[in-house]
């Protein structure tokens, strides 16, 4: 059974830093791409973040660009997301999500439960 | 960035009616399409994906359709636990982008 659970959500204040951790298992986790989805409350789903199996090639949203870091340790099935200089827009639950290959194209065929961020003084 | 409109925004429909949803992308982009279910509290779910293909798992009640860009995800019969907000999101180039979701309500 694939599962992926994230954690390190927490209370923090604005220009403060949360490192979030997923750790997954049920599947080889080397053989595929990772990202991290975040919800503001009231507000849809948006990507902040991708990193390739291999871990050498990350992807980000302009949002998070220069602030937040994606990394894997592929002996840890886990992927976290360094977030540094945290601002109130930041507040958010994070979904750890599983790249899926289909022809080509990807989607996201597993998720976790999230984890909660808030960024307030 | 390709951006992806949702429509219509939320809807009202009664159990066993038909739904259709519409995902319009700012671009083309082939069949780079997914779609996903999310209740609140929940992991989203992959419903759809590749702008077609039915998840394993996923009832047959949900179909996809569409490529270039203008997509449709349909429910054939609506049913009590199908009450929630649907996403399409694109695969084609990064920035990868949602729309803004469909929230589906009883009426």
């Known amino acids: 059974e694939v599962q992926l659970l994230e954690s390190g959500g927490g209370l923090v204040q604005p220009g403060g830093s949360l490192r979030l951790s997923c750790t997954v298992s049920g599947f080889t986790f080397t053989n595929f791409a990772m990202s991290w989805v975040r919800q503001a409350p009231g507000k849809g789903l948006e990507w902040v973040s991708a990193?390739?199996?291999?871990?050498?090639?990350?992807y980000y949203a302009d949002s998070v660009k220069g602030r937040f870091t994606i990394s894997r340790d592929n002996s840890k099935n886990t992927v976290y997301l360094q977030m540094n200089s945290l601002r109130a827009e930041d507040t958010a639950i994070y979904y750890c999500?599983?790249?899926?290959?289909?022809?080509?194209?990807?989607?996201?065929?597993?998720w976790g439960q999230g984890t909660l961020a808030t960024v307030s003084s | 960035d390709i951006q992806l409109t949702q429509s219509p925004s939320s809807l009202s429909a009664s159990v066993g009616d038909r739904v259709t949803i519409t995902c319009r992308a700012s671009?083309?982009?082939?069949?780079?399409l997914n779609w996903y279910q999310h209740k609140s509290g929940e992991a989203p779910k992959l419903l759809i994906y590749?702008?077609?293909n039915l998840q394993s798992g996923v009832p047959s009640r949900f179909s996809g359709s569409g490529s270039g860009t203008d997509f449709t995800l349909t429910i054939s019969s609506l049913q009590p636990e199908d009450f929630a907000t649907y996403y399409c999101?694109?695969?084609?180039?990064?920035?990868?982008?949602f729309g803004g979701g469909t929230r589906v309500e009883i009426k």
């Open positions: 590749a702008a077609s």
């Open positions: 999101q694109q695969s084609y180039s990064t920035p990868l982008t």
């Open positions: 999500a599983k790249e899926g290959l289909f022809g080509g194209k990807s989607h996201f065929d597993y």
């Open positions: 990193v390739a199996k291999s871990g050498t090639t990350t």
């Open positions: 671009q083309s982009m082939s069949r780079f």
